[in-house]
């Protein structure tokens, strides 16, 4: 048993890619081995992955693994023996099949099979070889490789065509110090691979054994050949480098891989750029450092972006001053163009820019961007309006009515479209809605427009912020209503994996507002006043927009760590306030740690069996003179004693105190059904009884359904 290093080098991987490549071409081959008994299943399994090289070590494995019994079902006996229990030509040709003879006849079992008997035949597999086993692997893991998009290339020969992510040059196997002969993209294996193109000692390296890969790699080749490793030494680097200026690099994890992905010996140096340009936004030129060059901006104790930067270089010279002004030199265009568009952008007011959206499609069932921009504004008024009249005070800025809200809002959801046509956003489109803001002060709009106008998309993304005002509130409502229900009203509806306009996230978004805002509104009044705008464009999704809603939220609500119990009895009775679902659940919560919670969840479940079996109209009166048995004389006093205590916690919105309330029916109820026979053969019984129950379903399922807890 010796430890086992496979390496495929190649031309430069695609840099967003690497990482999964790196990880799937270790987990695929490692778990083949170990599906054929060559490793053990729990055997250590290391993955390399560089720009130019995919790489896994994986630790025990066996020459050769154990031979296996097996016992194989041949066919049922009728078929294969004669009446004097000679063997068929069916069952010999079987056996040929199998790779055995007519002597093995003696040896076949009979044993029942089913309502019959068949034969069977047992046999011993031989384990595969290393060789055998690793050939299998390596096919396997070359077919399953997450392969961002296929290159045709040819072989030296000139004939043979060969698909893979990018050409292929080299292929080592080695089991200990051996050479395991294995075949892949037309290379053979052997033990030799190749440096870094510029730092290494050696051009090639020739592997010593499976174990000292890694070390030789680093010390001849000047490469990091763990994809981790690497990542570790770049972030290493980036806080010493940033820590000597006293700033902070910018914390992007998506760019840290990337940049992992484009070097094999990082070398972290220092660099600036003019001050002129910190005029500028920094998320304008944050963007281009990161997006274009692959830099790490630093920012200052504040958050600030500060002029200088941190590059990540594939090479370390004695005098690094050619890299730092090489990159200083390539990055000062970047910003230069980025400044060249904030000015040019800030000659024309945003307000100017509307007639444009007009010949900018939204989509092609749903008309232009400027159509968009009417219906949104039409929503975000129709939600001040049901704000404004909110059963619950919602109260806005301490200097503003809802008409000033309103004016804001129609203003706000008006321009929030227009820095689409700037040629910041053109540019750069992930800053679409942040440059509006920016114009939107330089015009001097009311500050609350302003930061409405940037936060409208909020939340952008999990976990994103919610938008900081009142205003930009309604407006990111009003806009993420408007996407759902238009595309829901034309059958534009998320499939699967399948969702191109984002609908879910978009009505996680809604949610999230609702909820944490806790906006005293209903969600179906939402959508039907997002409706109307539209015309004739759309048929009202009412429905389904709030199932699927509703599959949103128990999704939501279950990652963030509520039980499906909890969730299911919450919104088994559909509310409308979204607002409120926290508190219900964290009643349920409070409520089912009672010991009095489980037999009443499992009496609630019993009522409303009891009840759906109802024929006809549930009764509703009751008679005191009709409660004959002591048992629903008392159940009938302890409703009416605990239901208006409940009722009014509930209408307070105090919903823990609601359902704690309704612990003191405990044993009212286990008394009735003890003691009380519902389905009297009195029909004026039954009927009486009947409705006490009615009324004790109701009293106790006004938070949730508690039978959901049983």
């Known amino acids: 048993m010796s430890n086992l290093l496979v390496e495929l080098f190649v031309e430069e991987l695609p840099p967003k890619a690497l990482k999964k490549l790196g990880e799937s071409f270790a987990a695929v081959l490692a778990d083949s081995l170990k599906a054929q008994g060559l490793a053990a299943a729990d055997a250590a399994v290391t993955s390399f992955a560089s720009p130019r090289r995919l790489g896994v070590h994986v630790a025990g494995v066996l020459p050769k693994a154990a031979d296996k ?121 052997g033990r030799s691979t190749r440096g870094h193109r510029f730092e290494a000692a050696q051009a090639t390296v020739n592997v010593e054994s499976a174990d000292s890969y890694a070390a030789q790699l680093f010390e001849q080749g000047a490469v990091i050949a763990g994809f981790a490793e690497r990542r570790a030494e770049i972030s290493r680097q980036l806080k010493g480098a940033a820590d000597a200026l006293s700033l902070t690099p910018i914390d992007d994890e998506a760019l840290l891989d990337e940049v992992t992905a484009l070097v094999e010996r990082p070398n972290v140096l220092t660099c600036a750029f003019e001050p002129e340009f910190l005029s500028v936004p920094q998320e304008c030129l944050i963007l281009t450092m990161k997006a274009n060059q692959k830099y790490f901006p630093l920012l200052d104790n504040a958050g600030k972006l500060t002029r200088h930067f941190l590059v990540v270089s594939n090479i370390a010279p004695a005098d690094a001053s050619a890299v730092t002004g090489g990159n200083e030199r390539v990055v000062r265009p970047r910003l230069a163009d980025a400044k060249f568009f904030f000015d040019q952008d800030r000659k024309k007011k945003l307000e100017d820019r509307l007639p444009g959206l007009a010949k900018v499609v939204y989509h092609g069932k749903l008309g232009s961007q400027g159509e968009r921009t009417e219906r949104v504004r039409a929503i975000a008024h129709a939600i001040v309006q049901q704000l404004s009249m909110a059963t619950l005070p919602y109260t806005v800025e301490a200097d503003d009515e809802f008409k000033v809200l309103d004016s804001k809002v129609k203003q706000a959801a008006q321009l929030a479209k227009c820095d689409l046509l700037t040629d910041m956003v053109g540019e750069f489109p992930e800053l679409q809605g942040i440059m509006g803001g920016y114009y939107a002060r330089h015009e001097g709009l009311r500050d609350g427009v302003a930061i409405a106008i940037e936060d409208h998309y909020k939340p952008r993304f999990a976990g994103d912020a919610l938008p900081r005002n009142h205003t930009g509130t309604v407006v990111a409502l009003a806009d993420k209503l408007e996407t759902l229900v238009g595309l829901f009203g034309i059958g534009q509806l998320p499939t699967g994996d399948k969702d191109p306009f984002a609908l879910r996230r978009h009505a996680l978004g809604v949610i999230r507002i609702l909820v944490e805002k806790n906006l005293p509104l209903e969600l179906p009044a939402l959508i039907d006043a997002a409706v109307p705008p539209f015309g004739e464009l759309i048929e009202n999704p009412r429905e389904a927009l709030l199932s699927f809603f509703a599959d949103r939220l128990a999704v939501s609500l279950r990652d963030q760590g509520y039980s499906a119990q909890e969730v299911d009895a919450v919104l088994a009775l559909q509310p409308t306030r979204l607002g409120d679902v926290p508190k219900r659940l964290e009643a349920v919560r409070a409520f089912a740690a009672l010991a009095e919670a489980a037999p009443l969840a499992a009496a609630n479940k019993r009522v409303g069996n009891i009840l759906k079996k109802v024929e006809g109209e549930l009764p509703t009166e009751i008679k005191a003179e009709l409660l004959q048995e002591a048992a629903e004389q008392a159940l009938s006093k302890a409703i009416a004693d605990v239901q208006p205590q409940a009722d009014a916690l509930f209408e307070q919105h105090d919903y823990t105190g609601s359902l704690k309330a309704l612990a003191a029916l405990k044993g009212p109820v286990d008394a009735f059904f003890d003691d009380v026979m519902v389905n009297a053969e009195d029909p004026s019984l039954r009927a009486n009884r009947l409705a006490l129950l009615g009324r004790l379903h109701g009293a106790m399922n006004r938070v949730a359904d508690l039978s959901r807890l049983a």
Request: charged share 20%; no cysteine; glycine share 8%.
């Open 69 to 189: 019994a097996v016992q194989q079902k041949l066919m049922p006996v009728a078929v294969a023996l004669t009446a004097d229990g000679q063997a068929t030509p069916a069952l010999l040709k079987k056996l040929a099949a199998v790779g055995a003879g007519p002597e093995v006849v003696p040896q076949l079992k009979r044993l029942p099979d089913g309502k019959a008997e068949a034969l069977f035949w047992d046999s011993v597999q031989p384990g595969a070889t290393l060789s055998q086993g690793l050939q299998k692997a390596l096919d396997d893991t070359l077919a399953k490789l997450p392969i961002p998009k296929v290159m045709t290339y040819q072989l030296a020969d000139g004939w043979t065509d060969v698909k893979f992510v990018r050409p292929a040059h080299g292929l080592i196997a080695l089991h200990g110090r051996d050479v395991v002969p294995v075949q892949a993209l037309g290379l053979t294996s």
